[in-house]
C-alpha cells in the first residue's frame, strides 16, 4: 500500500492565491476551483500566514506558532511519559527481587 504523495506549493504560489483571495472580488470556494486546490486549504493558509505587503514575504502568524509550539511540547510530555513508565516497571521489577531474597 503506498502513501498518499500530497502537492507542496511554493511560498510565492501561496502568496499570489492570498492576493488573489483578497483582491479578485471572487469567493474562496472559485479561487480554489480556478487553482485546483482542495476545497479549504486557502483558508488554511489564510489562517496560518500573513503577507507582510512591504516585503512580499510569508511569515507565519502567531497562532501557527503557538501551534507548533505546543506540538513540540506535546511530543516532549509523551517522550517524558514513557520514561516514567519504563522506570515505574524497571523499579517495581528491581523491587521484586528485593523481596524474594
Known amino acids: 500500500m503506498s502513501k498518499k504523495k500530497y502537492r507542496q506549493f511554493s511560498k ?3 502568496i499570489d492565491a492570498l492576493d488573489l483571495l483578497e ?9 480554489e476551483r480556478d487553482l485546483g486546490l482542495s476545497p479549504g486549504l486557502l483558508g ?3 489562517q496560518r500566514y ?4 512591504s516585503s512580499q514575504k510569508l511569515s507565519a502568524s502567531d497562532t501557527a506558532i ?4 505546543i506540538q ?25 527481587g528485593d523481596k524474594k531474597e
Do not use: P
Not at 483582491?23 to 479561487?31: L, P
Not at 500573513?50 to 505587503?53: A, G, S, T, V
Not at 515505574?88 to 528491581?94: C, P, Y
Open 12 to 14: 510565492a504560489f501561496k
Open 23 to 31: 483582491h479578485s472580488g471572487k469567493t474562496m470556494a472559485e479561487i
Open 44 to 46: 488554511k493558509w489564510k
Open 50 to 53: 500573513k503577507i507582510d505587503e
Open 66 to 69: 503557538a501551534q507548533k509550539e
Open 72 to 96: 513540540r511540547l506535546k511530543r516532549e510530555l509523551e517522550v517524558a511519559r514513557m520514561e516514567r513508565d519504563i522506570l515505574k516497571k524497571a523499579l517495581s521489577i528491581f523491587s521484586q
